[in-house]
């Protein structure tokens, strides 16, 4: 019963009003998730250095855990900026890290550092491009409190959520970064059913899970896929036959953005592309809040898998 949606501008403009359509969508299909609502948005760096959004807990002492990480993470490279906003601390740090990023590295030793200080902590995204603020409560609180219609960039991701297994809470609520791996964010609507499975698996190779949020394998798989060298649709196509369930995602890096859609079709997906922009949604409704009537939408087929590159 989630909602989500995408949009990615085309016209190769850096200071599109993403956060603004984002927000106009999920706003739209606030009926369908009103548990929690979360965006993944995407800017080009001014500088290449490393953007985090860490959630800091429980408000009572949480301004000593900010501080902590602060001049902790100075170990790791050049502290551009520390600022924090509700249960959220913003860092941004130059990090010594190839362009094309992998698994492990100082991206995974600042992560373990950072989520080392105490256990409420946890870094909820991290790339140079990629942020992610998500909170519990409709759309309309998480632009109050993250000034989310404001923000300016190419693509972006959102959800809004209605728990149906998992508890509610922050930590569960989406978008998912691919943890350690910079960049890499996923909304999902539906079930995995070999959740479990794929779990125990990556697990015993030294994954960490920060949820029962079946979501999450997604990332976690979409990751491991990238990082043995597949392109981003090929990861994606490949996910038909080793996704069991009746799932819509959508997943999106600095560079690309695109769909995939079970072989049951039980979960709704509509898109619709002009020269200008990809816009995708779970309903209709949310396209046409945002763009008007005047664009053909179309409805992803079963087995559909659709990348757009930025």
Known sequence: M??????????????????KTVLTMLTALGVRGPDSAGVALYRPPENGAFTL???????????????????????????????????????VIDLQVQKDPVIGGEVT???QFIESLDEDIEVVSMGRELEIVKQVGTPQNLDATHNVSTFRG?????????????????SHSQPFWAHNYPDLAIVHNGHITNYHKLRCIYEQRGVRFYTENDSEVIGV??????????RFKEALDASLTDLDGS????????????????????????FTETDDFVAVATEEIAIRAAFGEGYEVREAQAKDVSVWQR
């Open 247 to 270: 799932f819509s995602y959508l997943a999106a890096t600095a560079d690309y953005i695109g769909f995939a859609k079970d072989p049951f079709a039980f979960k709704p997906l509509l």
């Open 154 to 170: 190419t693509h972006g991701l959102g959800h809004t959520r209605l728990s149906t297994e998992s508890r509610v809470d922050l």
């Open 221 to 230: 798989y979409l990751a491991d896929q990238l990082s043995q060298g597949l």
């Open 109 to 111: 030793s600042l992560t």
């Open 2 to 19: 989630c909602g989500i949606v995408g949009f990615l501008d085309k016209t190769q403009n850096i200071n599109a009003p993403v956060g």
């Open 53 to 91: 959004q860490v959630k800091l807990g429980e408000l009572e002492g949480a301004a000593e855990r900010g501080t902590s990480i602060a001049e902790g993470v100075k170990a790791f490279g050049f502290v551009h900026e520390v600022k924090t906003t509700a249960e959220y601390l913003r860092l």
